[in-house]
């Protein structure tokens, strides 16, 4: 199965809010209410902001947001600030199944 | 607070073997699904494998399946990915990961496959 898409690259102005698309298909994203979510800064490891489409962990930004439409989910970022210059990686649950889970490609947000 | 350590990756010859490790604490290891997610350098996030709380239910990305083996020793709170006919292209970061929504992740163990 193919990675999920998401544009290669983002970037905004301290204090815009900007959004970052993440396309599956009507057996992944389109399928499931399990789409994640991650933030990764350089030589760190992943860290999940958003999971089941639109639910926060404890501790994380009420700055992040998840949603979904058809095949499509989206994480939007308001307020940005410099400590959210980092990659994004989407990710769906497929089944439980060989290949059970599909990441995205990544989203570099480059805060101006 | 959750803890997940991985370790025991090296340089490897293509065509070998290697076992990577995670030591988990912090939390009741035995009740969680646990996973392994490599991240290739300069590459994006990769999963890899899952395997359930008993350790009954294992699945596996295509790219690994019949080359590399996970289990757990929930005994130890530890997890492992045995790995068999490494290529060069299975050279990556290796995290351990917790649970279906990843909520929690290691530090990483690089594996570099190369002669």
């Known amino acids: 199965q193919s990675a999920l898409t998401q544009p290669a690259s983002v970037s905004g102005s301290p204090g815009q809010s900007i959004t970052i698309s993440c396309t599956g298909s009507?057996?992944?994203?389109?399928?499931?209410?399990?789409v994640s979510w991650y933030q990764q800064h350089p030589g760190k490891a992943p860290q999940l902001i958003i999971y089941?489409?639109?639910k926060r962990p404890s501790g994380v930004s009420n700055r992040f947001s998840g949603s979904k439409s058809g095949n499509t989910a989206s994480l939007t970022i308001s307020g940005l600030q410099p400590e959210d210059d980092a990659d994004y990686y989407c990710c769906s649950y497929v089944g439980r199944t060989t290949s059970s889970v599909l990441f995205g490609g990544g989203t570099k947000l480059t805060v101006l | 607070e959750v803890q997940l350590v991985e370790s025991g990756g090296t340089l490897v010859q293509p065509g070998g073997s290697l076992r990577v490790s995670c030591a988990a604490s912090g939390f009741i290891f035995s009740n969680w699904e646990m996973n392994w997610v490599r991240q290739a350098p300069g590459k994006g996030l990769e999963w890899l494998s899952y395997?359930?709380?008993?350790?009954?239910?294992?699945y596996y990305a295509e790219s690994v399946e019949g080359r590399f083996t996970i289990s757990r020793d929930n005994a130890r709170n530890s997890l492992y990915l045995q790995m068999n006919s490494l290529r060069a292209e299975d050279t990556a970061v290796y995290y351990c990961?917790?649970?279906?929504?990843?909520?929690?992740w290691g530090q990483g163990t690089v594996v570099t496959v190369s002669s």
């Open positions: 089941e489409v639109t």
């Open positions: 395997i359930s709380t008993a350790g009954t239910t294992i």
């Open positions: 009507s057996r992944d994203v389109g399928n499931y209410n399990l």
């Open positions: 990961v917790r649970d279906w929504t990843f909520d929690y």
